[in-house]
């Protein structure tokens, strides 16, 4: 069993250029979200899915992208990268809300 | 925006001991989940509490939701150097994710 599978593992951007950060569950979760974690800030929710084809904002949402065509993939377009944006990002899925997540084991992104 | 307030921040104790984690919020939750983090690895759930004054217990570690569903604790008895990571707790509100803490770094020490 997959899980929950991101790619790249690390990533180094430029100022200005743009990326999408995958994200593939193997699991039929309906509900996926991304989150970002920085030091001394925690997790904090970029954007989420309840399902194929509904998304909604986070807490985070400025500068990224998502969209959900099918149950098991969930991309993060980054639009024009910000060295505000260096972090490290995590994807998690859950069955429905309320039932715990599965995070993947995240991207580290640098953007100098 | 619902807040959850963890603390300690930092706990550094040595092996044998018991610790308590605490995890507020003046928002009420409908239910609260418990995750640990390792060095470069996601967040892995260790539990769900949903009722109001429930108590879950994971071998060595306990888990205790508020009566009024805004708080948590974790308490760890006789810590081993394997408990050492990140203690996250994370609300669940409704269908918008989850709300984290920012998480207790504890190092059990050998």
């Known amino acids: 069993n997959a899980g929950v599978t991101q790619t790249p593992k690390f990533q180094v951007l430029k100022t200005g250029q743009s990326m999408t950060l995958q994200c593939a569950q193997d699991?039929?979760?309906?509900?996926m979200s991304w989150y970002r974690q920085d030091p001394g800030m925690g997790l904090r929710l970029i954007h989420y899915?309840?399902?194929?084809?509904?998304?909604d904002q986070g807490e985070v949402p400025n500068g990224y992208n998502v969209s959900r065509s099918t149950t098991e993939d969930f991309p993060l377009r980054l639009l024009s990268a910000a060295p505000s944006q260096t972090s490290v990002y995590f994807c998690?899925?859950?069955?429905?809300?309320?039932?715990?997540?599965?995070f993947g084991s995240g991207t580290r992104l640098t953007v100098v | 925006t619902q807040l959850l307030e963890q603390s300690p921040q930092f706990l550094s104790i040595q092996e044998g001991e018991n610790l308590t984690v605490y995890c507020n919020s003046s928002?009420?939750?409908?239910?609260l989940q418990w995750y640990r983090q390792e060095p470069g690895e996601g967040p892995v759930l260790l539990v769900t509490?949903?009722?109001?004054?429930e108590v879950k217990k994971l071998k060595r570690l306990t888990f205790q939701f508020g009566d009024a569903r805004k708080d948590s604790s974790l308490h760890i008895t006789a810590a081993q150097p394997g408990d050492t990571g990140l203690y996250l707790c994370a609300g669940v509100g409704g269908a918008d994710g989850l709300t984290f803490g920012k998480g207790t770094h504890l190092i059990i020490q050998p």
């Open positions: 928002s009420v939750f409908s239910s």
């Open positions: 509490v949903v009722t109001g004054g």
């Open positions: 899915s309840v399902g194929a084809g509904i998304t």
């Open positions: 998690a899925s859950s069955y429905k809300g309320g039932y715990g997540y599965t």
């Open positions: 699991m039929n979760h309906e509900y």
